[in-house]
């Protein structure tokens, strides 16, 4: 039996424990060495590295591919796809999400990774038929994993078999908060293996100190592939270790094709680099936060709500906030809580509890998920919310970027208006980051420098959409 190793270091491992701030020039020198270990799939690119990469790091993420691609002969290369959002936080059209993907694959990408907050499969459709139109070597359509009365196993096969009518290669099971239980893991991968029949690979942060028993039981019940960290950038709220999963495994006679040796040389490299960025890291985000088993709650999502009430010197509101929560969710449908979702149902909960009626007060990001403009949510939400929160507006049935104009030459045009000669690819740094990525395609970013104290720097900035200010984070996904 063999099972295929994705290591995760450089994409989802730092933007989970370093803000998403590896440099580029942090990861060349090793990559020669590591693409000789025998991992199947390195994951490098997208989530929330293209953003973070021009903003903050003055960096051109799609020179960072280039790059990579030119060092790693063997290993396949992978990145994370945010459906129709791409790498940004809102929904693109259509031209520009072809446009992406056929430059992603130009630029020498092996593997898209796609999925949708909502596990609204209609939000992935445009992507997934790109790569097949561009001949992506491997297609992997992703579950995100949450817990609800809704999100029964029969549901997440229901959604794997959407997937597989669009042709997908496998199936990623997404678990970005840390709540897939061993159990879970055993009779999720088991019925997706035998209902779905595609190879099935295992997405688990370490967040309530679950994931190494997770990914046991999962390779136990078939998996194919699983997510790893090399060890020094694994744990907390990342990944389990490369290292010790390939031990692991390799004694219960499963056969990874990894070479220890190898790795081991590359540990001697992340150890240095995580010293290096040790001003990145939040000393919290090392150890199992184990409040999401019992609040379901993801770890950021919990800061955030706690800066919150702290900013309206309303801490003691805390227990109300954390019984609304989940009210908040099941109004909203059950909607996964991970970015954006997260972020919407816990500024609601919070608004519902201070205000002392709830729905009194709506923000617009409620009001537009329960319009329809992040897609389908995962129950229906009732008429009465809908009138609450909608007052006479109808919300949408189509999928949300039928609504969209296609953007790719106007934005071109207006570069070239402003004398700006850039590439296609750089075209697709401004249709994706219409402020930073002008900034950035004029030379007016400077990289920041490294904080000097630890956690200085959270994963959360201000992004601005449409001429609004919106609060994202860089927490894991
Ligand atoms: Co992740």
Redo the contacts with the bound molecule.
């Keep these: 039996m063999s099972v295929k190793i994705v290591d995760l270091t450089l994409r ?1 491992g730092h933007q989970s424990l370093f803000a998403t701030r590896m440099r580029t020039r942090d990861m060349l020198p090793i990559l020669e060495i590591f693409d000789n270990a025998g991992i199947y799939s390195f994951e490098v690119w997208g989530g929330a590295t293209f953003d973070v990469a021009h903003r903050f790091l003055n960096e051109n993420p799609w020179e960072r591919l280039r790059e990579i691609r030119k060092r790693v002969k063997n290993t396949q290369l992978q990145m994370l796809l945010r459906g129709q959002n791409l790498v940004g936080y809102r929904h693109y059209p259509d031209d520009v999400v072809e446009k992406f993907v056929k430059k992603t694959i130009e630029n020498g990408l092996d593997i898209f990774r796609i999925f949708d907050a909502l596990n609204d499969v209609r939000n992935l459709e445009t992507a997934i038929k790109s790569a097949k139109k561009y001949s992506a070597n491997h297609i992997q359509g992703s579950i995100c994993y949450t817990i609800s009365p809704v999100h029964t196993i029969e549901k997440y096969v229901e959604i794997a078999n959407e997937l597989a009518e669009l042709e997908v290669d496998s199936i990623c099971v997404k678990d ?1 908060a840390g709540l897939l239980s061993p159990k879970m893991a055993y009779e999720l991968v088991r019925a997706l293996k035998k209902e779905v029949g595609l190879p099935v690979n295992v ?1 688990s ?1 370490y967040t309530s100190g679950m994931a190494s028993m997770s990914l046991l039981k999962a390779v136990e019940a078939g998996a194919d592939m699983v997510d790893t960290c090399m060890s020094p950038i694994s744990m907390g709220t990342s990944h389990p270790p490369t290292e010790s999963v390939v031990y692991a495994l390799s004694e219960l006679g499963y056969d990874t094709g990894v070479d220890l040796d190898i790795l081991l040389e590359v540990r001697e490299y992340f150890v240095k680099i995580r010293e290096k960025y040790a001003g990145y890291l939040n000393p919290l985000s090392t150890i199992p936060d184990t409040r999401v088993l019992v609040y379901q709650i993801p770890g950021g999502m919990f800061s955030n709500m706690i800066s919150q009430l702290q900013e309206q010197n309303a801490l003691d509101k805390l227990d109300e906030v954390l019984k609304e929560v989940p009210k908040v969710r099941e109004d909203l449908g059950y909607v996964p809580l991970v970015t954006p979702t997260s972020q919407i149902v816990g500024v609601q909960a919070v608004i519902n509890v201070l205000t002392g009626e709830r729905y009194k007060v709506v923000t617009k990001e409620t009001k537009d998920l329960v319009k329809g403009m992040y897609g389908r949510t995962p129950a229906p939400i009732s008429e009465e919310i809908k009138r609450k929160v909608l007052g006479d507006e109808e919300p949408i049935t189509v999928r949300p970027a039928d609504l969209l104009e296609p953007e790719f030459e106007k934005r071109k045009k207006e570069l070239e208006e402003m004398g700006l000669e850039v590439s296609e690819e750089e075209v697709l740094i401004y249709c994706l980051f219409p402020q930073t990525g002008l900034k950035f395609l004029k030379g007016e970013i400077k990289e920041e420098s490294f904080p000097s104290t630890a956690g200085e720097v959270s994963g959360e900035f201000e992004v601005e959409i449409d001429g609004k200010k919106y609060k994202v984070s860089v927490n ?2």
Excluded: E
Aim: hydrophobic residues 35%; glycine residues 0%; without cysteine.
């Design positions: 989802d970005m997405h942060h894991p996904v």
